[in-house]
């Protein structure tokens, strides 16, 4: 099958791409969220401190005990506002950068999801429809000398290629589409490559069928296609 | 001043004061090492009071001697907590960048490949609609068919390639 053979480069390039896309979609940042979440631990320490120095800052300087009591206010004071208003500086540069990052993976995956499904419910059958169009004008074609008929026969081998790489195109966005879908549910394993070759597969029968369909007679260039085994050979679906 | 010897001088102090009728003597040279020897008498009740302060007075002068250092301390611990904090959100901020770069590249391509694919349809359009007007007649119009057949063809091909671009773009 020459469809097929040609495509095995294509489609590791393809899934090449996707996991660059997918890694770069679904990276995980819980070591950083970890190593925050200890640093905001270290504050809340060093303000627990503070309330300490302050009970004995308060209690020096009751009993009269000035220098001492006033450099424990002055800890108490330094310690207290400073970790109080790193906190809350730190807390919410951190989150509002997390939610960030959050909502523009969403919106690369929204964007692709949504690219994906305007191919799957415009272009393809387009592709589809306008081959087929092409099919109907060849086989409508009076066929006087075998000259003519070779033409004819190439031209519909030509647009039967099209149609199935129109099916390829199919199981590339399958593809995709599982990853993406994958990515925004955060799974470990983005989609599965097979689905093309699966969509391929099932492309070729289809497209047989299609070729039998349009064929007013057994002897129609449309037939001549599958029987010259150049497209459909070894599918015998 | 050393701490042994500030050990001493507490010590010293301690048992001095407990026991005030006998003298209290020197520990004002363990502090500075020079300076007045304070005597003091059991039967002196002033003297005792003078004591009393300038033991106040020296242990508060350690006391905010330590807090001071501590003070120092704590603003050293609070910069580099601070510095640490700083690269955590350095390290989120390129990893926003380059999600940022991403989100803006595929917008921009997503766009001119949807623009590319419309006029590629409508160029199909045309031409098929000029296949399907054309009466096959003589061997003209059948060449001129073929030709069609085969611009529709290669077009939809391009379009096909262009679709694939938009699908991994």
Known sequence: MVALAELDDKIKEIEELVNKDYQLLTKDLSSISQRFTQLHQEYLEISRGAVSDLMEGLAELGQK???????????????GGFAWWKKKKWFSQFTSALEQIYNTRLEVIEQKLRDIELVEREHLPFIRETAERLLQQLVSFNLSSPQVREGVVDRAESVVITLLKSYYIAGVGKFLKAAYEDARNAKVIAGDISVIKEELLRGIAEVRELLQKLSPSPDSPLIEVINRNRVFGGSNG | MKKEEKEFLFEYIDETLDDLEKEIGFFDESLSGKGPKIVVK???RGKKDKADKLIQAFNAFNDSKEGIVEVLNLVKAIKETDAKANSLYLELQRELGVLEMRKEKLKESSQRLKEL???YRAQIEKVMEL????????????????QLIDRANNLLRELSSVVLKFLTA
């Open chain 1, 65 to 79: 005990d000035f220098l001492s009591g006033g450099i424990k206010l002055i800890k108490a004071a330094i310690k």
């Open chain 2, 42 to 44: 059991e039967e002196k």
């Open chain 2, 117 to 119: 694919i419309e006029t």
């Open chain 2, 131 to 146: 296949l399907e007007k054309l009466p096959v007649e003589s061997d003209e119009d059948f060449s001129k068919k073929l």
